[in-house]
């Protein structure tokens, strides 16, 4: 999708079909014509399919940096959902959490994926298990907007992480 174009003095061939703004074709006319014609309009000339054994390299008279824009736009239409994380720690207030939630099922709407992790360190380490029971308590607000992957826990670095990738609908 994302292509190299002639443009306007870069154009190397001596004869072109010409599509005008108005979509009218002129056939067979000269480079210098078509670069004259482009200027009058104040836009660019544009190679969109080069010469290709008996066929003329057809160009059009466009402005190039609005087929920019749309090419670029098409291109991050396209982009795979990309993956964002909420974390919060075991000690995490009740409203701040709800915060937290809320940001998540934003996310989600938005059609990325939400790593959803606490994180307990020092003493709480001990409490996976009170962990586990808050973050399934959780993970049931996201049930109707999200596919929920299998909680995981890992453990390095003096901190243990209870994670689950949420998956948008």
């Known amino acids: 999708m994302n292509r190299e174009y002639n443009i306007n003095e870069n154009i190397k061939e001596e004869f072109i079909d010409l599509v005008l703004t108005d979509g009218k074709i002129e056939k067979n006319v000269t480079i210098e014509y078509a670069l004259e014609t482009a200027n009058n ?7 969109v399919s080069p010469a290709q054994d008996e066929k003329l390299a057809v160009c059009k008279i466009l402005d190039f940096g609005k087929l920019q824009y749309i090419n670029n736009k098409k291109l991050k239409q396209h982009r795979p959902p990309l993956l964002k ?6 000690k995490i207030s009740e409203h701040d959490l709800f915060i937290k939630n809320k940001k998540a099922k934003e996310l989600l709407l ?27 308590q959780n993970l049931d607000f996201f049930e109707d907007i999200a596919k929920i992957d299998e909680i995981c ?3 390095g670095y003096g901190k243990i992480s209870i994670f689950s990738v949420l998956s948008p609908l």
Do not use: P, T
């Open 41 to 47: 309009f104040d836009l660019d000339l544009v190679e």
């Open 110 to 136: 938005k059609k990325h994926k939400v790593r959803y992790s606490v994180n307990l360190v020092g003493r709480e380490k001990n409490m996976v298990d009170n962990a586990l029971v808050r973050i399934k």
């Open 85 to 90: 994380e909420i974390k919060w720690g075991f």
């Open 153 to 155: 826990v890992s453990e």
